[in-house]
């Protein structure tokens, strides 16, 4: 088969050493094939990344109802939430939502190679990270619908917050109050460091301290993965610099998601030190548990972001207009964690 | 077809008044089958409760490799925990994963009357709710292996904790403090209120106390849903009460839950009161923001729980030997929101 062109069920027949009609019949999971003869075909189909062409697919009324939702985590609190959302819009419209948890490119790869093997899956919800060139190149292959939730990917119809905005209405809201010395805790993805958007929310501290003409000191700033045990350690080590060097503490700390200002909360109270009268902290997110701690934070609507995706993904597959891009608002939510500096 | 009957592919072919060749292609997704004989065959099936036999699909060599995971919740910190254990296992088996989320009986009634037509599951992961006998029936003619994960189900292979030894794991340690006045804030599902187990947590309340020889005082109990906001009410009431009665305070607050703890805990706090300091408080889960708030509680090791499902069920589609019940070991995790009474 020349290299580039399409792989035809000939070609995977050929390759298993089968007809086509027993191709076609373990392609298809009808009975009467050998395990083995199965087994050989969906191996050969694998190899040569056949798929059934979708066209055929639909002729045969045969749309799978079926989306691969793919998570680079499960137990984080966002993801939940977006799959809850895009789980409700789904479930309405009789869909199946196949979970894949892909850690990082690597894992990402080997979904791909396994794609078509499951082959009937209608379309593929990226939730959260970016797809890269080769990805691309190969889910067009596959002849799937992509959407991305949770992050801009500009390639595929997506849904997202404005992370500059977001970052920018916690940092404001901490200048607003007269804080001037402003910590940022920053959480970026190990496997992309500059997505989303070379972290907007990075940006958004940068932008709006130069435009309220305050110096961006970056001894107040760590950069750390999302994990809230590291906001704690980084924290502490801000902290302990300000100490080291003589310098005023922070009066303030902007936090990329509330689970990481958790962890910088817990530094902060086992020193001795009281939120808001020594230190206000804000985060992004309003993670349930933060109406309980009193953590001021950005609302950033993550179900409401994933149900949009997912019905952005029904009329992408139903061929009505959809647009290609939404960003979904975020809202300052004031509470006690935050106060005017007392010095 | 006589009631109680398996139907056959025959009964289904007569039903939607197609050729038995029509039916077999239409249930399985082959190609030239009109779109709208397809839809009519499939909802006959679906009408008829027709599977396509697991004998018929063995012979085929054609297990699905896919296991519906049944949730009544996705975006709470328990469940996510979970279908992340349970994922862990599956994926590395090669077997895909569809998620259900079914909020309640009627939610599963519709699921389980879709599930014909969706044919191609091995098997269903009930995670943390009761399966009725009706339900059980229904399960039984699909033909599809059941494990239940996250709660006891007697009738299938299941894996969970001994609810009342984490509860009195978490009342003893109050007790052993020195605690008398403890307070409860019990979580139930409100479709299935005595379930699990009639609620072990709230058993192991009631035998606690007795075996210290402290009276229980159902003034100091709330039962609720498993909701923080209702936890916070719950604790208000709670020390309403005593105030109007004239009677001491609570020392100490038994929640089922950590959301349930911190729910109790923002109402303490909002008092003005102190934690351990006036009141201590204790959960159960071991969530991750816990050891941020420092809130004492009962590891459940909730992912891991889920990976044992996930072994228990690949172990039981294999034929392989597998225990029908493994309760997972429950552990006190202390930090600082306990600690002896002041008086």
């Given at each position: 088969?020349?290299?580039?062109?399409?792989?035809?069920?000939?070609?995977?027949?050929?390759?298993?050493?089968?007809?086509?009609?027993?191709?076609?019949?373990?392609?298809?999971?009808?009975?009467?094939?050998?395990?083995?003869?199965?087994?050989?075909?969906?191996?050969?189909?694998?190899?040569?990344?056949?798929?059934?062409?979708?066209?055929?697919?639909?002729?045969?009324?045969?749309?799978?109802?079926?989306?691969?939702?793919?998570?680079?985590?499960?137990?984080?609190?966002?993801?939940?939430?977006?799959?809850?959302?895009?789980?409700?819009?789904?479930?309405?419209?009789?869909?199946?939502?196949?979970?894949?948890?892909?850690?990082?490119?690597?894992?990402?790869?080997?979904?791909?190679?396994?794609?078509?093997?499951?082959?009937?899956?209608?379309?593929?919800?990226?939730?959260?990270?970016?797809?890269?060139?080769?990805?691309?190149?190969?889910?067009?292959?596959?002849?799937?619908?992509?959407?991305?939730?949770?992050?801009?990917?500009?390639?595929?119809?997506?849904?997202?917050?404005?992370?500059?905005?977001?970052?920018?209405?916690?940092?404001?809201?901490l200048?607003?109050l007269g804080h001037r010395r402003?910590?940022?805790?920053?959480?970026?993805?190990?496997?992309?460091?500059?997505?989303?958007?070379?972290?907007?929310?990075?940006?958004?501290?940068?932008?709006?301290?130069?435009?309220?003409?305050?110096?961006?000191?970056?001894?107040?700033?760590?950069?750390?993965?999302?994990?809230?045990?590291?906001?704690?350690?980084?924290?502490?080590?801000?902290?302990?610099?300000?100490?080291?060097?003589?310098?005023p503490m922070p009066t303030a700390?902007?936090?990329?998601?509330?689970?990481?200002?958790?962890?910088?909360?817990?530094?902060i109270?086992?020193?001795?030190l009281r939120i808001p009268e020594d230190i206000s902290i804000?985060?992004?997110?309003?993670?349930?548990?933060?109406?309980?701690?009193?953590?001021?934070?950005?609302?950033?609507?993550?179900?409401?972001?994933?149900?949009?995706?997912?019905?952005?993904?029904?009329?992408?597959?139903?061929?009505?207009?959809?647009?290609?891009?939404?960003?979904?608002?975020?809202?300052?939510?004031?509470?006690?964690s935050t106060a005017p500096p007392a010095r």
């Amino acid at each position: 088969m020349p290299s580039g062109s399409t792989p035809s069920l000939n070609d995977v027949a050929q390759a298993a050493g089968v007809s086509l009609a027993t191709a076609s019949r373990a392609l298809n999971g009808a009975y009467g094939v050998a395990p083995a003869t199965r087994a050989r075909v969906l191996e050969a189909a694998s190899q040569l990344d056949y798929v059934a062409s979708p066209e055929a697919q639909r002729l045969a009324g045969g749309a799978a109802r079926r989306v691969a939702l793919v998570v680079p985590h499960i137990n984080r609190w966002f993801f939940g939430e977006m799959v809850s959302g895009i789980e409700r819009v789904l479930s309405r419209a009789n869909m199946d939502l196949l979970l894949y948890h892909v850690d990082g490119p690597e894992d990402r790869a080997t979904f791909l190679t396994r794609l078509p093997a499951r082959r009937k899956v209608d379309a593929v919800i990226a939730v959260a990270f970016p797809v890269d060139a080769a990805e691309q190149k190969r889910l067009e292959l596959l002849g799937v619908q992509v959407v991305a939730a949770g992050g801009q990917t500009a390639d595929y119809p997506n849904v997202h917050i404005d992370d500059c905005a977001a970052g920018r209405q916690a940092v404001q809201h901490l200048l607003d109050l007269g804080h001037r010395r402003i910590a940022m805790i920053a959480g970026t993805d190990p496997h992309h460091p500059d997505w989303p958007d070379a972290s907007g929310r990075s940006r958004a501290w940068h932008e709006a301290l130069r435009d309220a003409g305050v110096a961006a000191d970056g001894n107040l700033v760590r950069n750390i993965t999302w994990v809230g045990t590291e906001a704690a350690a980084a924290m502490d080590s801000i902290l302990d610099g300000c100490a080291e060097r003589g310098e005023p503490m922070p009066t303030a700390v902007f936090a990329h998601s509330d689970e990481l200002a958790y962890g910088a909360t817990q530094a902060i109270v086992r020193r001795g030190l009281r939120i808001p009268e020594d230190i206000s902290i804000v985060g992004i997110d309003d993670h349930p548990v933060s109406s309980f701690v009193d953590l001021t934070t950005v609302n950033q609507q993550v179900a409401l972001q994933g149900e949009l995706a997912a019905q952005l993904l029904l009329d992408t597959l139903a061929g009505r207009p959809a647009k290609h891009e939404t960003v979904v608002e975020t809202t300052l939510v004031e509470r006690s964690s935050t106060a005017p500096p007392a010095r």
